[in-house]
């Protein structure tokens, strides 16, 4: 699939933007704060519904806006591998006090409107329509910073290529809130083993899923950055990934057994800390890279940040390999500042990569960082405060 044309209005520092968008290399150049990483935030937001970069759906509306209620519009128009068009559109609303004498008076919430092709959809709906992989430099936190970090990012990932996938964890997440508050109450009354049982039995469900499909994909992640990495790196080092969830299997047939056993051992320990101890939320990815004629390392504590950052590349690429084979559509490759940090043979390596992506849409504040060579092979355009210039 490719983006063929991009609407933003009111959306951060855009005022407006209409942007034809061809298949193949754009590069935007500009310098920091002109609104580069802001037009790969749009899309992204297009794909899943959420930013990269915002705490609360307010923050994406320009504030500068001289509408008397504040919104903002995100649109795209998408062609997929079969030859269909899609047409993606979000608008947020600032929210008006409904009490007459305060009427049309901004009350600090946002409403989010999506629709596909004119129909309205929930943003659960949506992922798939536009599938997308995007880099930023932050990702180093994929490496270097929490499980979490790493958990969010096979989520949002799965979620994309597996509607179920999406599901499962929504579901999840909801009933792990649920059983946790049951668990909390159990300090102020008695307790109800058939009470709790009831979310257990979800819990384990949607648990066991999301666990498979992880474990699946970090299988098939490490069969990709065995080719990749090595690219990246001049064959210097190989990435391996290690999935360490922490349902455990002791001989059960599968991995809801496993997950419903260790419940029950924990129970006791589950209802003095009031959490549930075990699930696909307490799971974590580990990254080692083997290294010829020296010892493996631990790349989550020991890597450089040059190391850090070909690790995390080299997962988005594998990810864009990964939702072509899923999905039968290759992924919009987006790469913020992706060469600062790198060396000049790390850049020729991941420049040679992206000239072939499908379509990849790449920010840079320096057209130093790239090759006469490349820049010939690709669309560049200037971002200037909010416009293409």
Request: charged fraction near 30%; aromatic fraction near 8%.
């Given at each position: 699939m490719h983006l063929t044309h991009l609407t933003l209005a009111n959306f951060r520092n855009y005022a407006h933007l209409e942007l034809d968008l061809d298949p193949g290399v754009t590069l935007l150049q500009g310098n920091n704060a002109c609104g580069k990483t802001s037009?790969?935030?749009?899309?992204?937001?297009?794909?899943?519904?959420?930013?990269?970069?915002?705490?609360?759906?307010?923050?994406?509306?320009?504030?500068?806006?001289?509408?008397?209620?504040?919104?903002?519009?995100?649109?795209?128009?998408?062609?997929?591998?079969?030859?269909a068009p899609t047409q993606i559109e979000i608008v947020l609303v600032q929210a008006t006090d409904?009490?007459?004498?305060?009427?049309n008076k901004?009350?600090?919430?946002?409403?989010?409107?999506?629709?596909?092709?004119?129909?309205?959809?929930?943003?659960?709906?949506?992922?798939?329509?536009?599938?997308?992989?995007?880099f930023l430099p932050e990702d180093l936190n994929l490496v270097f910073g929490s499980p979490g970090d790493r958990r969010r990012y096979l989520d949002i990932t799965l979620s994309q290529i597996d509607s179920r996938y999406g599901r499962a964890l929504t579901k999840?997440?909801?009933?792990?809130?649920?059983?946790?508050?049951?668990?909390?109450?159990?300090?102020?009354?008695?307790?109800?083993?058939?009470?709790?049982?009831?979310?257990?039995?979800?819990?384990?469900a949607e648990g066991a899923y999301v666990t498979a499909r992880r474990v699946e994909a970090i299988t098939r992640y490490n069969q990709l950055v065995a080719e990749i990495h090595p690219r990246l790196t001049e064959a210097r080092e190989q990435l391996r990934l290690v999935y360490q969830p922490s349902i455990v299997a002791d001989g059960e047939p599968d991995i809801a057994a496993s997950f419903?056993?260790?419940?029950?051992?924990?129970?006791?320990?589950?209802?003095?800390?009031?959490?549930?101890?075990?699930?696909?939320?307490?799971?974590?990815?580990?990254?080692?890279?083997?290294?010829?004629?020296?010892?493996?390392?631990d790349a989550n504590t020991y890597a450089s940040r040059g190391q850090g950052r070909t690790i995390a590349l080299a997962l988005k690429l594998a990810e864009v390999a990964l939702m072509r084979a899923e999905t039968g559509e290759a992924p919009v490759l987006l790469l913020d500042d992706v060469m600062s940090e790198l060396d000049a043979p790390r850049r020729a390596a991941i420049a040679q990569t992206m000239i072939d992506a499908p379509q990849a849409i790449i920010t840079?504040?320096?057209?130093?960082?790239?090759?006469?060579?490349?820049?010939e092979r690709v669309r560049v355009l200037r971002v200037c405060d909010g416009a293409i210039v």
């Open positions: 037009l790969l935030e749009a899309i992204f937001y297009l794909a899943t519904s959420k930013s990269p970069h915002a705490g609360a759906d307010r923050e994406l509306m320009r504030w500068a806006s001289d509408e008397p209620i504040p919104f903002a519009r995100i649109e795209s128009q998408v062609v997929k591998a079969s030859g409904e009490k007459k004498e305060n009427a901004p009350n600090g919430r946002v409403s989010k409107r999506i629709k596909v092709n004119g129909i309205p959809k929930r943003g659960l709906d949506l992922l798939g329509e536009l599938n997308v992989v995007l999840y997440n909801q009933v792990l809130e649920q059983r946790n508050g049951v668990l909390r109450e159990f300090k102020e009354r008695a307790y109800n083993p058939q009470q709790l049982d009831v979310y257990t039995q979800q819990l384990i419903k056993r260790q419940l029950a051992e924990l129970r006791a320990r589950e209802l003095s800390a009031v959490v549930t101890l075990v699930g696909p939320h307490r799971d974590d990815v580990r990254f080692w890279l083997d290294r010829p004629n020296a010892p493996a390392m840079t504040t320096d057209l130093d960082h790239f090759t006469p060579e490349f820049i």
